[in-house]
């Protein structure tokens, strides 16, 4: 070969090489910059350059990994009166099993049919199960009683949940607010308040009345103090 096409061959290759070698010392500066995040496959990468290392498993990378997963992960449901409020609603206007009425279901069937909602209250009460399901009453009347007669939902059902949530996140709200340290509503009584001042009178049988004649007279008192305090909050 000529000594200048060899010198012209060799030229791409030697301007390749030290493209190449300039990328590398520039990836080899950049990556030892504060730039650098832990994955969770025990590794690092650039944020510079992109290039991507192995690293030992050692505990600043461990906490670094859950600071990354954490940051990227789903969040976690919490409980939340919001939540356990609209489950019981839903269990009172339209009734359907989960999966926590099974034994109750299976305590109740051989029992059927019963003559009317106190015998079935007065079964369920008997029953040795801890977690009687009381909100689930709509459910257990409508399977096992004789004389049960579905309710006819009004037109504007779907508004007056959305109505009543709206109404108990307020109430949360103003609770907090009135009373920060002191004890919340019943959850049953203040669903069949919250159904009596919508006019949905045929499904305040479903649910379960509190007894105690001193907490009804609280739980009243409690009521009107924090919806005046809502009020107040409303003009401010």
């Given amino acids: 070969m000529r000594p200048d096409l060899f010198q012209f061959d060799l030229l791409p290759r030697l301007s ?19 730039f650098i995040m832990f994955t969770t496959h025990h590794t690092t990468v650039c944020r510079e350059c992109g290039m991507e290392r192995s690293c030992p498993y050692t505990q600043q990378s461990m906490s670094q990994n859950q600071n990354t997963y954490n940051t990227h992960a789903p ?19 339209t009734p359907c099993p989960f999966a926590g009425d099974n034994k109750m279901l299976e305590y109740l069937w051989p029992h ?49 949940k959305r109505k009543m949530l709206r109404c108990f996140q307020d109430l949360e709200f103003a609770h907090r607010r009135c009373l920060p340290n002191g004890p919340f509503f019943n959850y049953m009584w203040i669903l069949s308040k919250y159904l009596q001042e919508h006019k949905l009178h045929d499904y305040i049988p479903h649910v379960k009345p509190l007894k105690c004649k001193h907490r009804r007279i609280v739980y009243e008192k409690m009521y009107k103090l924090v919806l005046k305090s809502l009020n107040t909050c409303g003009q401010v």
Avoid: G, Q, W
């Fill in 16 to 34: 390749f090489k030290y493209k190449a070698r300039c990328i590398f010392n520039k990836m080899n500066k950049c990556c030892n910059s504060p």
């Fill in 112 to 160: 059927r049919p019963m003559e009317n909602t106190k015998s079935l209250i007065s079964l369920i009460k008997k029953s040795p199960i801890k977690d009687k399901r009381y909100a689930s009453m709509h459910l257990y009347t409508s399977l096992f009683v004789k004389d049960y007669s579905a309710p006819v939902p009004p037109k504007n059902i779907a508004f007056l």
């Fill in 75 to 93: 969040l976690i449901p919490v409980y939340s009166r919001k939540k356990r409020f609209e489950r019981l609603l839903n269990s009172i206007i």
